[in-house]
């Protein structure tokens, strides 16, 4: 279903709610308490938080804390924000403008304005609660959200789902301010996410009720930020931080069609590459099952993969699903061979990451997983284990730190080949001068030696096309990088 469509009928569905409920006064009084901002005056707050961002780490959940100041002028109809980002010495800035249509964003760093998709503008929207509740209690008075059944005792509930995500607000019945924000969306690799907004230390100019700490939980809880607001005012106008362009629009959602391409690397490994990951996955053809290596960014790929497989071999078990290291174009399609009953393959220190994956809710977007779910099957690997069935083998070896690029890093060799399958440690350009080895192909190539592993050809799995580098590698190739100028 396309975005508008799903809006559309989201907003039907508000409409005809509306009609069996009618109890929008906590909303109305909730907005009187805020400071009753229509088109203008605005409130100004002036802000400190901390921003928390998960990103390719050492280990699974790692994040990266920013500090970001900034000033905020808001009322129902514009939320203009601008900030600056320390990052040690340097600071860069950023300014947006939104309004009920329309985002206007130059991100940190930047020089112009960023492209905006419709799903971007609506996560906008919902996420100005991370500062003040004042633009987006307009949004819910403006479309008749009704009083949610689930309210309590304590809150007035309201509940609003758009685009995917579902939107609650919960009010407190005596004071009529807002206690907390929550927004349920998808992500697809962890499924079902919150992010929840909780409202600390009201305080109060002219006469308008703000809240000073904000308390943020993102991704499930597993990031923690802090938002102070360290002053307020009423004042006339906004800036114009950003001149609008003649003609606003929003940028298409770029859904790339899968592609997939099947290689034959012997008679029994294979690789499935899916061009629009730009990865390459691993398939091995034992004599009575199949071993699948890596499954990028997301469930559909993992059951794409799996579809694939079964065209080739369909009458062979998938028995193990293992992925390099924690990273989404290796893990991200893992809850497909969960499914699939599969055992996932996987150092200890992995467990808890893999079972999160395996059992995160995903009702937004529901996968094969989620409809039917089957427990989780994992093995443990500690330094090697060995399949075969006495003509095919293949070593899975822990090399970990050594990886230079995460703790739990796993290759696989194949003796008798004299290949190894890796994920994404070389970076040799192609038809160019060999460059002195980086820190994580040194350390490849130092795992190697280490293990005495016979390799003439190593095979990598992300990326394929992109960055110009080989990935069907020589091993001399990396040797020579050991010692070739920088
Ligand atoms: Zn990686």
């Known amino acids: 279903m396309t975005l508008r469509k799903t809006l559309t009928t989201v907003l039907l569905l508000i409409v005809t709610l509306t009609s069996y409920a009618k109890n929008p006064d906590y909303l109305v009084d909730c907005q009187q308490k805020l400071g009753n901002f ?97 633009f987006l209690i307009d949004y819910f008075i403006q479309y008749n959200i009704p009083l949610s059944k689930e309210s309590t005792e304590e809150f007035a509930i309201y509940e609003a789902s758009v685009n995917d995500r579902i939107v609650t607000l919960y009010i407190y019945k005596t004071s009529k301010l807002i206690h907390k924000v929550t927004i349920l969306e998808f ?58 362009p003649d003609v606003y629009s929003f940028v298409e959602e770029k ?30 053809e034992f004599e009575d099952f199949l071993l699948i290596a890596e499954a990028p960014l997301n469930s559909e790929n993992g059951e794409l993969i799996i579809a694939e497989a079964k065209k080739i071999v369909p009458n062979k078990p998938i028995k193990y699903f293992v992925f390099g290291h924690h990273h989404n174009h290796y893990t991200g399609g893992l809850r497909a061979f969960v499914h699939e009953e599969a055992t996932i393959l996987c150092v200890e220190s992995n467990n808890e990451y893999v079972n999160y994956l395996a059992t995160a809710s995903h009702s937004l977007h529901p996968d094969k997983l989620e409809r039917v779910p089957i427990d989780l099957k994992l093995e443990n690997i500690e330094t090697v284990k060995t399949i075969t069935d006495g003509t095919l083998t293949m070593e899975i070896h822990f090399i970990g730190e050594k990886s230079a690029h995460t703790a739990d890093y796993l290759v696989y060799y194949f003796p008798n080949e004299k290949m190894l399958f890796q994920d994404d440690l070389v970076w040799i350009k192609k038809d160019e001068e060999i460059k002195k080895a980086g820190p994580r192909q040194a350390g490849l190539y130092n795992a190697i030696k280490d293990l005495n592993l016979q390799v003439e050809t190593v095979i990598q799995s992300w990326p394929i096309d992109s960055y110009n580098v080989k990935t069907v590698i020589p091993f001399t190739d990396i040797e020579k990088s050991m010692t070739a100028p920088e």
């Open 38 to 134: 229509g088109a203008d005056p605005y409130l100004k707050i002036s802000f400190e938080e901390t921003y928390n961002r998960l990103y390719h780490a050492f280990k699974p959940w790692q994040a990266r804390e920013h500090q970001i100041s900034g000033t905020i002028w808001c009322n129902a109809n514009d939320f203009v924000k601008s900030g600056t980002l320390q990052a040690g010495e340097k600071t860069y800035d950023a300014k947006s403008h939104l309004t009920k249509t329309e985002l206007m964003q130059i991100g940190f760093g930047e020089q112009k304005l960023t492209g905006i998709t419709e799903d971007r503008f609506y996560e906008a929207t919902f996420k100005t609660a991370r500062y003040t509740p004042v």
């Open 187 to 244: 992500d697809e690799l962890y499924g079902d996410v919150l992010t929840s907004y909780t409202y600390n230390e009201y305080h109060q100019v002219e006469n308008a009720s703000y809240a000073t700490i904000i308390d943020v939980e993102k991704t499930n809880g597993k990031l923690s930020e802090e938002v102070k607001i360290l002053s307020a005012e009423i004042v006339s106008a906004a800036p114009e931080l950003i001149k609008r």
């Open 255 to 284: 859904e790339k069609t899968p592609e997939v391409n099947i290689v034959d690397y012997t008679e029994r490994i294979r690789f499935i590459e899916l061009k629009h990951t730009d990865d390459r996955v691993l398939m091995v």
